[in-house]
């Protein structure tokens, strides 16, 4: 799932070509991106069906580290780019444009993303997401 996922993010221009895309990794070189899955209950509800089927999610972080400094315009284009994914995702979305996961019905997000930590020069800023799905057995 989660490598469908990064391709979704590549195809549909959500992230630069230019950046790096990782799984549970996040070098230190701006501008990266890493792809963390979160630890949840995959199921929604219990016994929605005998055989085990049911709706199911899969929640993740989209974290990145950016540039960082006191330069304040910098600082506005690291946070106008996590609402312009928010804007972007939700669009994709509503448009039934979705990772080629089995199942699926929808991607969203979480929040509106935020910065987790900075140093001097770096700050890594993260928005958390969720896939929802239908698991058939």
């Keep these: ?14 992230i630069d070509e230019n950046c790096r895309i990782n799984v ?8 990266e991106f890493s792809i963390l899955p979160m630890p949840i209950n995959p199921k929604i509800q219990d016994g929605q069906y005998i055989d085990g089927s049911g709706e199911r999610q899969y929640q993740f972080q989209l974290i990145s580290r950016n540039d960082y ?11 106008s780019y996590y609402e312009h994914l928010y804007n972007t ?12 996961i089995d199942g699926i ?5 979480l929040n509106n993303g935020a910065i987790l930590n900075a140093t001097t020069n770096t700050a890594q800023y993260a928005i958390q997401m969720k896939i929802t799905y239908f698991k058939e057995f």
Excluded: H, W
Aim: proline letters at 4%; charged letters at 25%.
């Design 1 to 14: 799932m989660i490598e469908k996922i990064r391709q979704y993010f590549i195809d549909n221009n959500i």
């Design 24 to 31: 549970d990794f996040l070098g230190e070189t701006p501008t």
């Design 69 to 79: 400094s006191a330069d304040v315009m910098q600082n506005i284009a690291n946070s």
């Design 89 to 100: 995702i939700e669009d994709l979305n509503n448009k039934k444009i979705l990772p080629q």
């Design 105 to 109: 019905q929808s991607i969203e997000c």
